[in-house]
C-alpha cells in the first residue's frame, strides 16, 4: 500500500531468534529497559544515550557528560589527583574503591574543573554513578568545596550534575560532614551574588539530594530522573501505603514544586547557555 512506502523508517531493530541474539557481537546492541527496543549501541551514543523510541534517558559518565555539555567536549580539571582512604579500616573498602576506579577510569565519584557552555564560563562538578554509585564522600565533599571557592574567587556561574545513592556509609561520620561542608560553602557563594545551578539526573538520592543538589538557585532535571532522600521501597514500608506510579520521577517532583524546569538532554547544552547569558553581567563597552 501507498502509506506502507512512505512509512517511517524504525531507528530500533528486532531480534526474533536465540540465535540470531548470540550471533550478534558483544556491545553492538543495548536493550532499552523503558520501551524495551533492541538499540545499534553506536546510535544511541550519537542520540547522546537517549533512547530513539521512548526518548528514556540512560546515565551517563562524568566523560560522556563532559562531550555533551562543555564546549569542544573540554575541562580544565581541578584536583584530579586526589583520592579516597580508608580512615575507619572499613572491611572491604579498600577493595571497593580499586574496583570502582578499574570500572569508571576515575580517581574518585566526580570531576570538576572550568570550562564554557556557549562561550560563557563556568565552574562545573560532574557526578559519575559508575564510581562507587556517586556516593558522598570525603574526596567529592572537599573537590565540591573546592570547586565552590574557585567560582566565589573567578566569579564564576557554579553547575553541579548530580547522580547519588547518597552518602557513603564507609566513612560514617566524615560523609555526613560533607552535606554541611558543601552547604556552608554554597552560602558564601550565594552571599556574593554567584549563581548556582543544579542540574538533577538519574538516581539521586540521600545525603546529596538533602545538600548541594536541592540548594540551586536552579533546579534542573533530566525526564524521568529519580531523586528524592529516602527511596520509594523504604517509603512504602514505612507509610504502609502504595506510592503513585511516577514517584519521585522528575516530572512528579515538578509539578509538586522541587524543580524549576525538566529539560531533555538534547535541549541542556542550550538550556544552560541561555541561563548563563541571563546571569552574566554586560561588557560595560557594550553599555
Do not use: W
Not at 553506536?42 to 557528560?65: I, P, T
Not at 555526613?176 to 538520592?205: E, H
Request: charged share 25%; proline share 3%.
Amino acid at each position: 500500500m501507498l502509506k506502507d512506502f512512505f512509512q517511517k523508517k524504525r531507528k530500533y531493530a528486532t531480534i526474533t531468534s536465540d540465535k540470531a541474539k548470540r550471533d550478534i557481537p558483544e556491545g553492538l546492541m543495548t536493550k532499552c529497559p523503558k520501551c524495551g527496543a533492541i538499540l545499534v549501541t553506536k546510535e544511541l551514543e550519537k542520540n547522546n544515550k537517549v533512547c530513539m523510541g521512548c526518548n528514556y534517558h540512560f546515565r551517563l559518565s562524568a566523560a560522556e557528560r563532559i562531550q555533551c555539555v562543555l564546549d569542544e567536549g573540554q575541562i580544565q580539571e581541578y584536583d584530579g589527583d586526589m583520592i579516597s582512604l580508608d580512615p575507619l579500616d572499613f572491611p572491604g573498602y579498600k577493595e571497593k574503591l580499586v574496583k570502582s576506579t578499574e570500572i569508571s577510569g576515575m580517581n574518585d565519584a566526580i570531576i570538576t574543573g572550568e570550562g564554557t557552555i556557549g562561550g560563557f564560563s563556568a565552574v562545573v562538578g560532574i557526578i559519575s554513578f559508575d564510581f562507587f554509585q556517586g556516593t558522598l564522600g570525603s574526596v567529592v565533599g572537599e573537590k565540591i568545596t573546592r570547586a565552590i571557592e574557585l567560582a566565589i574567587q573567578k566569579q564564576y556561574p557554579l553547575i553541579i550534575f548530580s547522580t547519588s545513592g547518597g552518602a557513603r556509609m564507609q566513612e560514617s561520620i566524615l560523609s555526613l560532614m560533607q552535606m554541611a561542608k558543601t552547604s556552608a560553602a554554597l552560602k558564601k557563594l550565594d552571599d556574593q551574588g554567584g549563581l548556582f545551578i543544579s542540574v538533577i539526573t538519574d538516581p539521586t538520592y540521600g545525603g546529596v539530594s538533602a545538600s548541594f543538589a536541592m540548594l540551586g538557585d536552579i533546579i534542573i532535571a533530566e525526564p524521568g530522573a529519580a531523586f528524592g532522600f529516602a527511596g520509594r521501597i523504604v517509603i512504602e514500608q514505612t507509610i504502609r501505603q502504595k506510592l503513585p506510579d511516577n514517584f519521585q520521577t522528575s516530572e512528579f517532583n515538578l509539578k509538586h514544586g522541587q524543580l524549576d524546569q525538566v529539560v531533555h538532554r538534547k535541549d541542556m547544552k542550550a538550556t544552560l547557555t541561555k541561563f548563563l547569558d541571563l546571569h552574566t553581567a554586560p561588557n560595560r563597552s557594550d553599555v
